[in-house]
């Protein structure tokens, strides 16, 4: 797979303040623990506890709730980072005018087997990225809500059980974004100037030059 066009290599800062590199990283681990956790897990349910892995899953859960939420409040303050707007497209007829745009950009070029340059300010990453950012907002919200409500039964009606089946469901959409989301950011790596250390280190990281 080969890049659109070849871009002359420029050093670089990464976008992406501390402290948001930080909360990424940490929901990133979250998410992932959380995820395999959930394979091997048994359910406290009917008078017995949890094995092992329920109680990492559980406690998790709690921190990549506390995660998300410091990462909104990052979000709202942070100054330097991709803006709110191109995160959440979904009330603008001109950024969803935009992220169109970007939609057929990346088809047409995927259909050729190319990458398009990376873009930082990319309407369709960024939005990717926003419904990533509500996704897990939803699932940690699902999870910790059902840790002080479960009656130990995951199956219950009402509350309970509406609860679980978001979680549940939500689940399975999370393991589709991380599968996609983490296979893209490699493919980006590895065939256009996009750095994946520049959203990991904690210091500074230079652009590659872009493979042609």
Do not use: C
């Not at 909104?72 to 980072?81: N, Q, S």
């Not at 983490?182 to 990281?205: E, I, P, Y």
């Amino acid at each position: 797979m080969q890049t659109e066009e070849h871009q002359t290599p420029i050093a670089a800062t990464s976008r992406h303040n501390l402290p948001t590199r930080l909360v990424h990283a940490g929901l990133a681990l979250a998410v992932v623990t959380q995820l395999l956790t959930s394979l091997v897990l048994q359910p406290a349910e009917d008078g017995h506890a949890g094995n092992f892995w329920f109680e990492i899953h559980e406690y998790g859960g709690l921190s990549a709730f506390a995660l998300i939420v410091l990462f909104w409040i990052v979000l709202t303050a942070r100054r330097r980072g991709t803006p709110a707007g191109l995160l959440f497209p979904w009330v603008s007829g001109e950024r969803l005018s935009a992220l169109w745009s970007d939609i057929v950009r990346y088809a047409g070029a995927l259909r050729r087997l190319r990458l398009p340059p990376h873009d930082d300010a990319s309407p369709l990453a960024s939005a990717v990225h926003g419904l990533g950012i509500l996704l897990i907002t939803a699932m940690a919200t699902s999870g910790t809500l059902y840790y002080f409500i479960g009656n130990g039964n995951p199956d219950a009606g009402g509350l309970v059980g509406a609860t679980m089946f978001v979680h549940r469901t939500l689940a399975n959409l999370a393991w589709a974004y991380l599968i996609g989301h983490a296979s893209m950011a490699v493919l980006q790596h590895l065939f256009t100037d996009f750095n994946l250390r520049g959203m990991w280190s904690l210091h500074t990281a230079p652009k590659k030059e872009a493979t042609k």
